[in-house]
Structures are given as C-alpha cells and as structure tokens.
Nanobody
Framework: VQLQASGGGLVQPGGSLRLSCTAS????????MGWYRQAPGKQRELVASITSGGGTNYANYADSVKGRFTISRDNANNTVYLQMTSLKPEDTAVYYC??????????????WGQGTLVTVSS
C-alpha cells in the first residue's frame, strides 16, 4: 500500500491551495483518511480527518483551521483532499496525509504519505 500526496507549494497570505492524497495497492477497505502537519521546531499535529460510515463522511478539524480548511474524500478512488483557504504564515508546514485502512491480508494499520511542503509567505 502506498499513499501519494501532491499539491503543496508557495502561496501568499490569504491565498488558497488544494492538497490531494491517493492510497493505492492491495486495499480491502479504508476507515479514515486525513492530514497532519509539522512546522519547523514543532510537533506533528492533526489538521483534519474524515471517516466514512453508512454512506456518510464525517469530518473533524483542528480549531486553528476551522472555517478555513475543508477536507473531502473520494471513496471510490481512495483519495482525500484538503482545500485550504485564507492561508496564514502559521500554516507553513510539511503536510502529511494518512490512511487508516485494512489491506487485502485483512491487516489494519495507519499508512503515511511522503509529505508535501506548504509555505505561506509574501
């Protein structure tokens, strides 16, 4: 199983970026997907997560990004998106996607993407 993230880059304060992350490989099911971030000198923190149940997606956000970031998910393609708007310099970090999934061997684990750098600066 692999997670491939993309979409990071340099953006001015107040700007927007969209991150995407696709899980591929021998996947049986995906329980949750989401994004963490780690800024220089700081601990990794959860940004947003999304779980699926009964045909409905449930999103959870860190207080610092509520109202500015939106997480969504394409269940058919095991892809998670993070739409980031009104970006602030303090959003600068490496963003890591993750997936809580069960592989084809019926083993459930957390898998991580490679990280994508988001820099918010004028």
């Amino acid at each position: 199983v692999q997670l491939q993230a993309s979409g990071g880059g340099l953006v001015q304060p107040g700007g927007s970026l969209r991150l995407s992350c696709t899980a591929s490989g021998s996947i049986f099911s995906v329980s949750a997907m989401g994004w963490y971030r780690q800024a220089p000198g700081k601990q990794r923190e959860l940004v947003a997560s999304i779980t699926s149940g009964g045909g409905t997606n449930y999103a959870n956000y860190a207080d610092s990004v509520k109202g500015r970031f939106t997480i969504s998910r394409d269940n058919a393609n095991n892809t998670v998106y993070l739409q980031m708007t009104s970006l602030k310099p303090e959003d600068t970090a490496v963003y890591y996607c993750y997936a809580d999934l069960t592989n084809s061997m019926r083993r459930r684990s957390n898998y991580w993407g490679q990280g994508t750098l988001v820099t918010v600066s004028s």
